[in-house]
């Protein structure tokens, strides 16, 4: 009697293959490392399935006949339902149709005494046939990922920089929206504990306590940050007077940094929010939106028998919340699980990613629980923003573990920042004036640097964000980017956006120096 025969691998065979069939089907959306998790959860999961139904069954070839028929049961049942409904069968029907084909299976198990061998040996083949037919898709396509290169870099008049050395780091680039500096936070809403900056040095992060934005929001800020440089062109083609942000935000679609990272062979990756202006972008190699690129556990899950059993058990029946506040909170998450899976794509990456949060609204409790609108609108946000800021500094300690769990060598050039830090009049920008404490709790942000290679303290303690990625283009690639004057500028109120006005000297800057490893 052959191995094949005496040995029942089928119901892992069947288990992997339910992973792997759907990874096959969504391979431009998905990465290797999204099938690691979900085949060995189902690997364990129908080991157990199997060792119960052995000991009913008394044998483990009659037990995993059984643990097939479940493991196919529950994987496969959405991926038949739409072929079954088409036979005029509803959910409860089609749930029948599967208990029927079990009972079927136990049957078999429990009659089958000469023939055992045949079953197995028919079952492991069919399931080995499965695999490799979905490998049969999946490796040539993975080979040919890893070494695709990145799309051409569009042509620019006139290059910010050229490139003397390279690096083989990936740039993973994190903004986390109205994260304050430890100042900002305490002069804000009174947190004092707050204990990210300490945690962050301790990885090997430069954690500058004075860092700040060159702009009071957003759109100014990042697109002074990602093209390296300050506004002043646009006072000049804009004018004084104007209210239109569009100018300052159309710099974000072909911004400096990611046209330098892509013409040295970078892969550009950029993780959008709902904010519009980080929505997209046009020179991206890919844009992860919530929504279009699925996210591989959820289809599992969704193809599965699990949706239909919570629904007919009441499991839809919860709390909603508004659509905006949900929104805020899936995009936010979703963003959050996509950073460290897309940071294992082969090749070197620059990822961008601006997350809103500790942003309003407050959607998130420091346990991860949902805030739900009823209860928001009873709490003062002095009690809501450190409960989401705990939840956020949590997220990014799990993240930065997940970037810097490989070897020394390849540690990724990692930037936490904040693109402004928090509101001083719930989500209104009041700061219209020169109030040096409200100005600097909108001015301070959190300003995090991992460099590897770098020495210690090579951020000043005066660092804005104009001059993080000068710096890092200086240092890794050689590049002729001389720092720019650390400088920040406000505008008189909304109606003058491009009427900058110099406030560096107005900032209460703390004199805590910087925290190095």
Do not use: K
């Amino acid at each position: 009697m052959s191995l094949l025969s005496r040995v029942p691998l089928h119901p892992f065979a069947f288990a992997a293959y339910s992973v792997l069939f759907v990874y096959a089907a969504n391979l431009s959306e998905v990465l290797p490392v999204d099938a690691v998790a979900p085949v060995g959860r189902t690997l364990i999961a129908t080991g157990a399935v199997m060792a119960v139904a052995m000991l009913l069954l008394r044998g483990a070839r009659r037990g995993a006949i059984v643990a097939s028929a479940l493991v196919v049961a529950f994987a496969f049942f959405g991926h038949l339902y739409p072929e079954l409904a088409r036979l005029g069968l509803d959910e409860r029907a089609q749930l029948g149709v599967w208990a029927l084909a079990l009972v079927a299976a136990v049957l078999v198990a429990i009659r089958a005494r000469g023939s055992l061998g045949s079953v197995t040996l028919a079952l492991n083949t069919f399931g080995a046939l499965l695999l490799a037919i979905s490998l049969s898709a999946i490796l040539p396509y993975e080979a040919g990922r890893a070494t695709r290169p990145s799309a051409e870099a569009p042509p620019t008049d006139v290059p910010l920089a050229t490139a003397t050395r390279q690096t083989d780091r990936d740039i993973i680039y994190l903004v986390f929206d109205r994260y304050g500096s430890e100042w900002s936070l305490e002069h804000r809403f009174a947190i004092t504990d707050n204990d990210l900056p300490g945690w962050l040095a301790d990885q090997g992060f430069q954690v500058i306590p004075g860092a700040r934005s060159n702009y009071r929001a957003t759109d100014f800020s990042l697109a002074s940050t990602l093209n390296m440089r300050f506004l002043d062109e646009l006072t000049r083609t804009v004018g004084r007077v104007s209210d239109d942000r569009t100018p300052a935000r159309a710099l974000f679609s072909g911004h400096e940094l990611g046209t330098f990272l892509r013409a040295n062979g970078y892969r550009y990756i950029h993780v959008a929010p709902w904010y519009a202006p980080t929505s997209t972008n046009d020179i991206a190699d890919e844009v992860v939106e919530y929504g279009v690129d699925s996210e591989f556990e959820t289809v599992l899950r969704d193809v599965s028998m699990a949706p239909v059993i919570e629904r007919l058990m009441g499991g839809e029946d919860a709390v909603m919340d508004s659509p905006f506040r949900e929104r805020h909170r899936e995009l936010a998450l979703f963003q959050l699980r996509q950073i460290p899976r897309l940071a294992t794509a082969p090749g070197r990456i620059f990822l961008f990613a601006h997350v809103l949060l500790p942003h309003s609204p407050y959607v998130l409790a420091a346990d991860g629980r949902t805030i739900f609108e009823a209860e928001a609108v009873a709490r003062p946000e002095e009690d809501l923003f450190p409960e989401q800021l705990a939840y956020t500094n949590t997220r990014i300690r799990e993240i930065v573990s997940a970037l810097l769990a490989g070897p020394d060598e390849s540690d990724p050039i990692i930037v936490i920042q904040a693109d402004e830090g928090p509101f001083i009049c719930g989500n209104v920008d009041c700061v219209d004036n020169d109030d040096p404490e409200d100005l600097g709790i909108r001015f301070g942000v959190l300003g995090a640097y991992y460099l590897p290679g770098l020495p210690s303290g090579i951020v000043p303690p005066a660092h804005s964000s104009v001059n993080t990625f000068r710096l890092i283009l200086r240092e890794y690639f050689g590049a002729d980017l001389p720092p720019l004057p650390d400088r920040s500028y406000t505008w008189p109120d909304n109606e003058h956006l491009y009427d900058f006005q110099d406030i560096t000297d107005l900032l209460p800057l703390p004199t805590t120096e910087v925290a190095n490893p």
